[in-house]
């Protein structure tokens, strides 16, 4: 592990929803329908703008009446400019891997995530922590749990996600260049995980790293 | 004008879709169909990351094979921390104002502005010349024009968008605290205009900034 780069300069997090394998299969009939009346082709991005960037062991506010729920994917933080990259080479542009919270209010579509739902004050907690990328032979084996106030609530490996890390290098790279401390988020499990005021929400990715946050009382 | 603060150190380009009054008005009625079947009752935002910040007079590439459009929009330069603001309130929290050219691919939805469309490298020059907020009594009667090859083909006042400048600032910033630098781009005319290769684009905040770019030969 190292803590070497400092993600919170001028970065951009980019986070990749419905790369879930068993959720993407669960809403195919929904993706037939309008407007789109098909599955998405390229991955579903969203960002988490810098009011939301946070740190292991913060507390994260829920906006008063709000349903706050929250996911755990994978950091992938890059090291240097990634423009049109093959899968092949995209892990000779990462640096390690990190532990991304993503709290969120829940989704009303599944196809763009919303601002406003995903943009809340601090609701993206990162790992100082990181996971050298020449300490681990097969990132797309890496598992990532979830306990909340001790009970596991989710475990998702990267061999469950639609697109691996690779595969998602190549895709985000081809959309938009990647920067030195840019990260993507490469996958959280398909079924966010609902919270309550005062829960703790701790994630590993197995072996390696953990993030712990709690959810704060309710406040105006 | 100033050139006072630097907006390309760590902020968010926040830009406000379909804030045109009449294209509102025009889209009532795909509005009312699956899967919303209401008009948005939120500002419709998007962000322009930092591999899209560009500058006056520079080139902008447009992907092979890709119909490349543009806007242009005043962008509000926000001062100092704004959290929940009111819009009486909301000018106390601007240091002045910018041009924004919006460089993308059309639109397939109305809702969501797509990451892949808004995302290209380079596609968000802003005028390095910044209007004082001091210098402005009335900031939403200001009128942005856009020629291309020296023909104009758009005009839009502030007075003719939805939601105008104080009203934005107060509900972006009950989205996501706004910080020192961000900007929000507050509207752009609702018909983009579309571009070929070689094509200069001026727009002018009348009687006070121009910012100048062209559109590039087509590249791999």
Partial sequence: MQNALNTTASSKWVC?????????????????EAPYKQPPTQPVLYFKPRNTWNVDGATIDAPVGEPLVVGASIAVIIERECCRVSADQALDYVVGYRLLHDFSLPEQSYYRPDIKGKCLDGSAPLSEAQLAVTAIDTPNSLVVTTDVNGVRVAEQSV??????????????????????????????????????????????????????????????
């Fill in 16 to 32: 990749v929803a419905l790369n879930d394998l068993q959720q993407l299969k669960a809403l195919q009939g929904t993706f037939n």
């Fill in 159 to 220: 061999s469950q996600l639609h697109r691996n890390i690779n595969t998602l290098i190549e895709a985000v790279s081809h959309i938009m260049t990647l920067q030195p401390g840019d990260l993507i988020a490469v996958g959280f499990p398909g079924e966010r995980i609902a919270l309550q005021p005062g829960d703790q929400v701790k994630s590993e990715i197995v072996g390696h790293i953990a993030l712990t946050n709690s959810v704060g009382e309710l406040s105006a």
